[in-house]
């Protein structure tokens, strides 16, 4: 099992932080993981809705089935999935307020499941935090 998390101040107000780190169709952009969706992505954004990604870890590719389990503009959106192998993802992104003009956005990430147990689970977390230290500033410079 593999749990972490990464953060970055944007010199943006959380609104507008919130459309862009929310935005879906845009996850190409910042979140080094996201390799790209497979299937439409919903303009409108409901908790249950489905999607389908590939996501790369440490090289590796897997095939995600994600749900949305909460989504909550402009605070938090939360979602997880089930990738070949019995691999879960779960992530959640929160935007807070940090000042009259900047904001906060965090990412905490847990990766489960039988191929992530031992040394190997070890590896995964150090790759899975480096991939979203990239990510967030990626995010905080797009903003």
């Keep these: 099992m593999a749990k972490v998390n990464a953060s970055v101040s944007v010199p943006a107000p959380p609104d507008r932080t919130w459309a862009t780190a929310a935005d879906l169709s845009r996850f190409g952009e910042w979140l080094s993981l996201h390799e790209g969706w497979r299937g439409p992505v919903p303009v409108e954004l409901t908790e249950g809705v489905d999607l389908t990604s590939v996501v790369t870890v440490m090289g590796l590719r897997n095939r995600v089935r994600w749900r949305i389990e909460r989504y909550a503009p402009p605070t ?3 979602i997880s999935g089930r990738g070949v192998g019995g691999v879960r993802i779960a992530l959640d992104l929160a935007v807070r307020a940090d000042g009259a003009d900047r904001s906060t ?10 191929p992530v147990f031992g040394p190997i689970g070890i590896a995964i977390g150090r790759a899975v935090r480096a991939d979203l230290r990239r990510s967030v500033a990626a995010l905080a410079a797009l903003v």
């Design 76 to 78: 938090g959106l939360t």
């Design 105 to 114: 956005v965090s990412i905490d990430a847990e990766v489960t499941g039988r």
